[in-house]
């Protein structure tokens, strides 16, 4: 449902969506439908990206240990950002997730596509970043 990096690195890898983040911002994680975990480089602030709403959250924890039990383990989150009934669906017709892949419904939304679970596809995490930033238009003005 979700990965933890091994290493933080900085926000930049995921350009456009770094010119909507605070400075110094790092990516720790990201969930198996390309959002994005985010912290400080203090570790001591942490907020998510929400690719399909174009969305920067912050999250009212101040450790990763706090994010991922209260934060991550929190039944709404589970329902609506982990998916793991979508997650599971999605696994069964596209196979499982390999290291560095996402989920994500081709065309994207944004640029007219439904969404639908039928009409995802499995890709690098790290391309989809920018694909989604870029299709939302992030960061442009």
């Known amino acids: 449902m979700y990965v933890f990096l091994s290493e933080p690195f900085a926000s930049d890898k995921i350009s456009p969506w770094s010119k909507i983040l605070p400075v110094g911002s790092d990516v720790v ?57 979508e997650l599971k669906y999605l696994a069964a017709q596209l196979g499982e997730l390999d290291t560095d892949e996402v989920y994500f419904p081709v065309p994207y939304p944004c640029l007219g596509g439904s969404g639908e679970l039928d009409t995802y596809q499995k890709g690098d995490v790290w391309v989809y970043a920018s694909i989604s930033g870029q299709s939302h238009n992030v960061g442009a003005n």
């Open 29 to 85: 994680g990201y969930t198996s439908f390309g959002d994005f975990f985010i912290s400080s480089k203090s570790h001591s602030e942490f907020g998510l990206i929400l690719t399909q709403s174009a969305s920067f959250e912050r999250i009212p924890v101040t450790s990763l240990r706090d994010f991922e039990s209260a934060f991550l383990s929190d039944p709404g989150v589970i329902r609506s950002i982990l998916r793991p009934e």
